[in-house]
């Protein structure tokens, strides 16, 4: 920006006691001018682009200036992050992370049985999933608190999608199959978006979106347990709210009061445990340990009393070991193939949300930073390794990853250290659980959801924004009454299609002076603010494109009659120029050359000169290059700020009247 020899006018206002008359002062103002953006090839434009786009934390930054053994070090760390930290780990560390990996193990043993029997499949495949994947994620992953395992909302979507076409019941081993697949298409879908760094895709579930699905989820996966809670054998597959309450009424016969009144009494445990964790977090081990104990408790009280034969349901026999390899259960072909992947890309998308969350939850706590992209690649290849040694969709759980930083997790040897416990689970303590009742499960999953209900995030949406509410609303009610998928899909269109009207609708502001300032600000908003006579100013605040070049154009031909009717009415001065403030204006596209070059040509007619003031780099590079006439390079055309151009203009306004007069 260079300034000009040229000084010029600025305008002043002096209030009367009419507020609609006003008196100008002039005083010199030097005016500068607006000019081109330095000359970049269609190369260079590309590659900055590209960069934004798809680096714009820029990972390489790091390995400039670095010798080559430096380079291939950085490499490996970036690529392996326990590289990083694992040479400086020492034993002081490592007693903090063996308290918390045990204390996550106790929470993880039960959750995972838990979770597994969510998701239709049996038991024992939860726990294998607490073993391989912590591992693969200690080694790629970036977050020091993170402790990874099967999710609750993850492991309901794939039960309901899948239980869709297979019954688990009449089908279980073609159901474990596509579970496993449908694992492996999340691993693939969640590695890609790394690799890809396509990781901006997930952001299209808004924090609005993720409260109300959130909580919908909570509230089907417990009324999911009400068969467990209340003893039902025979239970809807469904998963809506109407579904599920019929089949509760109308299998009456089949509640059994024995399950009933020790599931009551292990969940009100297990919530009154919850809420002295939250209340005082240095008691995490209470909240942590409880479910293990309602476990250990009922387990023994059903073996005491043979409960089993008083109407309460236990896990019965599970398989002792390791995990069995499963690739050869992978399936790629036959008619469940679209249903694996859409399952796979459905629950892949949510629990990568969740993960990527919950790390950078803990990380803004203690100050250090998770690589997104890094984390979609750890827990797309934990998911795809954990697929084939017959482990279902894990992720970054809120609560198992909240008592791990409450125990004073401080590295990922956690997980290590809680793979490790329940390898030894596996091994040797299976028997154990062969008598552990249904119900207690029921109860250790209907408080671990409730937390996702957030009342006062919600509360605060509705305060905030009433569209974002909306968009909460919709994906609530979407999951409880249509099912888990749809509902997700709903939200998601009603956002996308708020971001669409953001677009093709942009807003446009008319601007009036402050008094005794240069200052323009939105007439509405600054009720100080004052027109200037002759002049309407107004304020483009969106980038400017095919789709919204037609709305501006009747936009702002609108606002001109609007100024025009107001003038008549009053007996004001004449419209004489349309100062357009495109300091918001982002970008431009061709369609929006073509609004300029228009918009001037319908101001011509009107007598009304049109002004642009400070367009950006692309902007301004694109009208000139499409301007052969030059109008858009006259100097009064063309200003840098609005007081520049109403003080250049007002000059030039006086100039032509001394010289009619």
Not at 364 to 373: I, R
Request: aromatic share 10%; with cysteine; hydrophobic share 45%.
């Amino acid at each position: 920006m260079e300034p000009n020899s040229s000084t010029n006018t600025t305008v002043h206002h002096h209030h009367r006691h009419d507020s609609e008359h006003c008196s100008l002062e002039i005083t010199t103002m030097e005016v500068h001018r607006v000019v081109p953006p330095p000359p970049k090839t269609t190369i260079q434009k590309l590659k900055t682009r590209l960069k934004e786009t798809f680096f714009p934390d820029d990972p390489l930054r790091q390995f400039k200036g670095q010798s080559l053994k430096k380079k291939w070090i950085l490499a490996a760390q970036y690529i392996f992050p326990i590289l990083e930290w694992g040479p400086n780990y020492n034993f002081k560390l490592f007693k903090s992370d063996i308290v918390s990996g045990l204390t996550i193990a106790s929470l993880a043993i039960p959750q995972g049985i838990s979770y597994a029997k969510l998701a239709s499949l049996p038991p024992i495949v939860g726990l294998y999933s607490s073993f391989v994947p912590p591992l693969v994620y200690a080694v790629l992953g970036s977050s020091r608190d993170l402790a990874v395992g099967p999710v609750s909302i993850a492991s309901l979507i794939l039960g309901s999608m899948l239980g869709q076409e297979v019954s688990p019941a009449k089908h279980p081993v073609l159901f474990l199959q596509l579970a496993f697949t449908a694992t492996f298409f999340a691993g693939v879908v969640q590695a890609s978006l790394g690799f890809l760094r396509l990781g901006f895709i997930i952001d299209f579930l808004s924090k609005a979106i993720l409260i109300g699905f959130m909580a919908g989820a909570a509230i089907i996966v417990s009324l999911q347990q009400l068969k467990s809670l209340l003893g039902i054998t025979h239970f809807t597959q469904q998963m809506g709210v109407v579904p599920v309450m019929s089949s509760v009424f109308h299998t009456t016969n089949e509640w059994s009061w024995q399950t009933i009144v020790m599931g009551f009494c292990f969940l009100v445990f297990l919530l009154v445990t919850r809420h002295v964790g939250i209340k005082r977090p240095k008691l995490f081990w209470v909240s942590a340990g409880a479910p293990l104990v309602s476990v250990i408790i009922s387990t023994l009280l059903v073996f005491a009393f043979k409960a089993q034969h008083h109407g309460i349901s236990i896990i019965g026999k599970l398989q002792e070991g390791l995990n069995p390899p499963s690739w050869n259960m992978l399936t790629f072909h036959g008619n469940h193939l679209g249903l694996v992947m859409k399952t796979g890309l459905v629950t892949g998308i949510i629990s990568l949300t969740e993960g990527i969350a919950v790390g950078r939850t803990f990380a803004a706590l203690k100050d250090y930073k998770v690589d997104g992209n890094k984390e979609m690649i750890a827990i797309g290849l934990m998911n795809m390794v954990g697929s084939s040694t017959s482990c279902y969709i894990t992720t970054g759980a809120f609560s198992r990853s909240a008592v791990n930083h409450n125990a004073g997790a401080k590295t990922a040897v956690s997980n290590v250290v809680m793979s490790v416990t329940v390898m030894v689970t596996l091994l040797f303590l299976m028997p154990l659980f062969q008598y552990t009742p249904n119900v207690v499960l029921g109860a250790i999953i209907v408080s671990a959801v409730v937390g996702l209900i957030d009342i006062p995030a919600a509360y605060q949406i509705w305060k905030i924004d009433k569209y974002d509410f909306l968009v909460m609303l919709c994906a609530f009610f979407g999951v409880i009454f249509i099912s888990v998928q749809d509902g997700l899909a709903i939200a998601v269109g009603i956002s996308i299609f708020k971001i669409l009207l953001q677009v093709t609708r942009p807003k446009t502001v008319m601007l009036g002076n402050i008094p005794g300032t240069d200052v323009y600000r939105n007439l509405h908003h600054y009720k100080e603010a004052m027109r200037v006579p002759g002049f309407l100013i107004l304020s483009i605040e969106a980038p400017i494109n095919f789709a919204n070049t037609t709305y501006l154009n009747e936009r702002i031909l609108r606002w001109i009659d609007e100024y025009e009717a107001e003038e008549d009415l009053k007996k004001q001065s004449s419209l004489r120029f349309v100062i357009l403030d495109m300091s918001a204006v982002s970008a431009i596209d061709t369609s929006g050359v073509s609004f300029f070059k228009d918009l001037r040509k319908i101001m011509e007619k009107k007598g009304v000169q049109l002004v642009l003031v400070n367009p950006l780099a692309e902007v301004i590079e694109k009208l000139q290059r499409s301007d052969e006439a030059g109008n858009f390079r006259r100097p009064d055309s063309l200003f840098l700020t609005v007081g520049e151009a109403v003080a250049s203009l007002s000059s030039t306004m006086k100039g032509q009247s001394s010289t009619h007069v």
